[in-house]
Nanobody, 126 residues
């Protein structure tokens, strides 16, 4: 059974930091592109960052470049998102997702991913 479980969300003030984790099981983690997405009510799920299976490519959304860092531990089947200099507009539900094989140019497109976690809420106050 495939499982992706996010943790690490919470409420912090603007300028603060959070690190999200996504523990996975039930599939060959090292063979999958992994991504972080976020969503606010009434909006489409937005790709935040992705990381290729071999950790050689890490695309980011323009809105988070220089502030967020995605990483993965293929030995622990776990995905991370280090978020620094957080802004109120970063407030959202954050999801991790797994995409079979390469990330590709459509890494930010949510319907290209095969497996999803349940999400963890991040709230940034001004």
């Amino acid at each position: 059974q495939v499982q992706l479980v996010e943790s690490g969300g919470g409420s912090v003030q603007a300028g603060g930091s959070l690190t999200l984790s996504c523990a996975t099981s039930g599939y060959t983690y090292a063979d999958y592109c992994m991504g972080w997405f976020r969503q606010t009510p009434g909006k489409e799920r937005e790709g935040v960052a992705a990381i290729s299976p071999g950790i050689v490519w890490r695309p980011y959304a323009d809105s988070v470049k220089g502030r967020f860092t995605i990483s993965r531990d293929n030995g622990k089947n776990t995905l991370y998102l280090q978020m620094n200099s957080l802004k109120p507009e970063d407030t959202a539900m954050y999801y991790c997702a797994a995409k079979r094989s390469f990330c590709g140019a459509n890494w930010h497109t949510f319907d290209t991913y095969n497996y999803w976690g349940q999400g963890t809420q991040v709230t940034i106050s001004s």
